[in-house]
T-cell receptor, first 113, second 116 residues
Framework: DAGVTQSPTHLIKTRGQHVTLRCSPISGHKSVSWYQQVLGQGPQFIFQYYEKEERGRGNFPDRFSARQFPNYSSELNVNALLLGDSALYLC????????????FGPGTRLTVT | AQSVTQLGSHVSVSEGALVLLRCNYSSSVPPYLFWYVQYPNQGLQLLLKYTTGATLVKGINGFEAEFKKSETSFHLTKPSAHMSDAAEYFCAVTHFYGGATNKLIFGTGTLLAVQP
């Protein structure tokens, strides 16, 4: 079975630009979460979506937004990129919102110059 | 609020030696605890989890962890290290939010090196 997939794998953007990252969950999973992992740190929770509704939001500015589509895939959007947004962005899927086993994708490495 | 502290950002062991990675948590409600492993340029893989029940939890690749409420700890161990265990390990905590969300709070990670 396919695991969580993310695209693109790597991305280089300039300060002030906008970026869209994409995630496809494991088949049958209805919940997707996004995490930011800055080099040398643990992942930080950004958003969780379940059945297309936002179920959780971390301490990130409004420049970060996300959505979930009817097929349960998800997009993470970041506007007005800052150098500090450079990180590995991880997507995790789980069967439902109350289940705790989350499966992570390989991540998208975003570099902002 | 919940938090996780991983003692030792770098741990080095010899191949065949005991692996002990330390994790302490802070939680005002019963915690659910996890260990994840991250190999270079990859995502996170779940090693094991504790939700309820037996406090000694066995995971993949020979790892296990014991939930000790009195010590607020969830240390990860493996009796004999293998070269392939070299990776970064993350401890994470969450709790039952009534199904509303399942966000994980991670520690800062421990990089395990295995010497031949």
């Amino acid at each position: 079975d396919a695991g969580v997939t993310q695209s693109p794998t790597h991305l280089i953007k300039t300060r002030g630009q906008h970026v869209t990252l994409r995630c496809s969950p494991i088949s049958g999973h209805k919940s997707v979460s996004w995490y930011q992992q800055v080099l040398g740190q643990g992942p930080q929770f950004i958003f969780q979506y379940y059945e297309k509704e936002e179920r959780g939001r971390g301490n990130f500015p409004d420049r970060f937004s996300a959505r979930q589509f009817p097929n349960y895939s998800s997009e993470l959007n970041v506007n007005a990129l800052l150098l500090g947004d450079s990180a590995l962005y991880l997507c995790a899927s789980s069967f439902a919102s109350g289940t705790y086993e989350q499966y992570f994708g390989p991540g998208t490495r975003l570099t902002v110059t | 609020a919940q938090s996780v502290t991983q003692l030792g950002s770098h741990v080095s062991v010899s191949e065949g030696a005991l692996v002990l990675l330390r994790c302490n948590y802070s939680s005002s409600v019963p915690p659910y605890l996890f260990w994840y492993v991250q190999y270079p340029n990859q995502g996170l893989q779940l090693l094991l989890k504790y939700t309820t029940g037996a406090t000694l939890v066995k995971g993949i690749n020979g790892f296990e962890a014991e939930f000790k409420k009195s010590e607020t700890s969830f240390h990860l161990t493996k009796p004999s290290a293998h070269m392939s265990d070299a990776a970064e390990y993350f401890c994470a905590v969450t709790h039952f939010y009534g199904g509303a969300t399942n966000k994980l709070i991670f520690g800062t990670g421990t990089l395990l090196a295995v010497q031949p």
